[in-house]
């Protein structure tokens, strides 16, 4: 779902060079845009320096003067600062005995059936480092969007902070989840891949190998590799916001907890809307969650399936929503500034 004028494509646009012969594999694309629905959001481009990729985020606002006449005005500039962030890279290898390949009915099935755990689990682990990834403590993946919206409660809307609702005042509460409502776009959120990497993914061709069984005996197996590289940039915050600190073990309690309605709709419309392309992330149980409460309030009627782009997507007030297995986590407080 690219947003018209932006530049910037999804991977079911941009993947090829899947097959040997540079052909592109449709079976495979489907299948990881089908497992991760991240992919039919995330906006992609090549990285501008390596592995990585350097951009000018913006980090304030320039001022304005009212004048009387005769009257200059000073100049003033926003605050933006250059960053760099980095590509993680992820591997996962697929074998299967080529017995069972040889006498399977449909080979070519065969082995997309095989691959399918495989994608599914690297959908998984690029949908959690989206969310959840920190290369201080994993240097091997890239930051995604929680290490930088850690705070809450600002009223500067310069502040990446001010975009960040908390669903509780509880310093110590377990069990938190949130939501999450992205601008996709070149100048809100985007992805990027390395120089000289087709889309960043890359299933390698088949390949045949001897394994070993428990008393070393050698059999033949078809290995085949899948790789991605893969990173995020933030370069405008307030395209980004935050429900957080949802307790999910006390959400469907009647008493003592938020307006969830009230404070989505505060948080949709807190975050810039032009020229992206919104989606909702949250955990399942959370999205259970809000359709609940939406009844409870006579509000069902916020909650839709849209036919987008030929598939059959549930909305709030119109905004795609995207439930991902992986935010399924209990997750660190977020902090008051």
């Known amino acids: 779902m690219a947003t018209l004028g932006s530049g910037l494509r999804t991977y079911r646009d941009i993947v090829t060079?899947?097959?040997?012969?540079?052909?592109?594999?449709?079976?495979?694309?489907?299948?990881?845009?089908?497992?991760?629905?991240?992919?039919?959001?995330?906006?992609?481009?090549?990285?501008?320096?390596?592995?990585?990729?350097?951009?000018?985020?913006?980090?304030?606002?320039p001022t304005m003067a009212w004048l009387k006449l005769y009257q200059?005005?000073?100049?003033?500039?926003?605050?933006?600062?250059?960053?760099?962030?980095?590509?993680?890279?992820?591997?996962?290898?697929?074998?299967?005995?080529?017995?069972?390949w040889k006498i399977a009915p449909d080979r070519e099935q065969f082995m997309l059936d095989e691959a399918k755990t495989h994608i599914q689990a690297m959908g998984q682990g690029v949908a959690s480092k989206l969310i959840y990834g920190n290369i201080a403590t994993d240097p091997d993946a890239f930051n995604g969007l929680t290490m930088r919206f850690t705070e809450h409660g600002s009223t500067d809307e310069e502040?990446?902070?001010?975009?960040?609702?908390?669903?509780?005042?509880?310093?110590?509460?377990?069990a938190l989840r949130s939501i999450w409502l992205v601008g996709h776009g070149s100048q809100s959120v985007f992805g990027f891949y390395p120089k000289g990497v087709t889309g960043g993914l890359i299933a390698n061709p088949v390949e045949e190998d001897w394994a070993f069984d428990?008393?070393?005996?050698?059999?033949?197996?078809?290995?085949?590799?899948?790789?991605?590289?893969?990173?995020?940039?933030?370069?405008?915050?307030?395209?980004?916001?935050?429900?957080?600190?949802?307790?999910?073990?006390?959400?469907?309690?009647?008493?003592?907890?938020?307006?969830?309605?009230?404070?989505?709709r505060r948080l949709k419309t807190r975050v810039k809307s032009d020229g992206v392309q919104q989606c909702f992330y949250m955990p399942p149980d959370v999205f259970e969650m809000i359709e609940v409460v939406c009844h409870r309030k006579t509000q069902?009627?916020?909650i839709k399936t849209e036919d987008i782009f030929g598939r059959k997507v549930e909305t709030i007030w119109g905004i795609p929503v995207r439930t991902l297995d992986c935010m399924a986590v209990n997750e660190d407080i977020t902090t008051s500034v």
């Open 159 to 174: 502040l990446a902070a001010h975009y960040v609702i908390s669903a509780t005042s509880t310093q110590s509460a377990a």
């Open 214 to 264: 428990s008393n070393d005996g050698r059999y033949k197996v078809l290995l085949q590799q899948f790789e991605w590289d893969i990173g995020v940039t933030v370069k405008d915050f307030r395209y980004v916001g935050r429900l957080s600190n949802i307790e999910s073990d006390e959400m469907f309690d009647t008493t003592g907890v938020g307006d969830y309605v009230e404070m989505l």
């Open 72 to 100: 200059g005005v000073s100049p003033s500039k926003g605050t933006k600062k250059e960053v760099r962030d980095a590509s993680g890279h992820g591997e996962s290898l697929m074998e299967v005995a080529k017995r069972l």
């Open 17 to 61: 060079g899947l097959k040997a012969d540079g052909s592109r594999d449709a079976d495979i694309v489907e299948l990881l845009a089908e497992e991760n629905p991240i992919l039919d959001d995330l906006m992609v481009q090549e990285a501008n320096d390596g592995t990585g990729n350097k951009s000018v985020i913006r980090a304030g606002l």
């Open 300 to 302: 069902g009627n916020a």
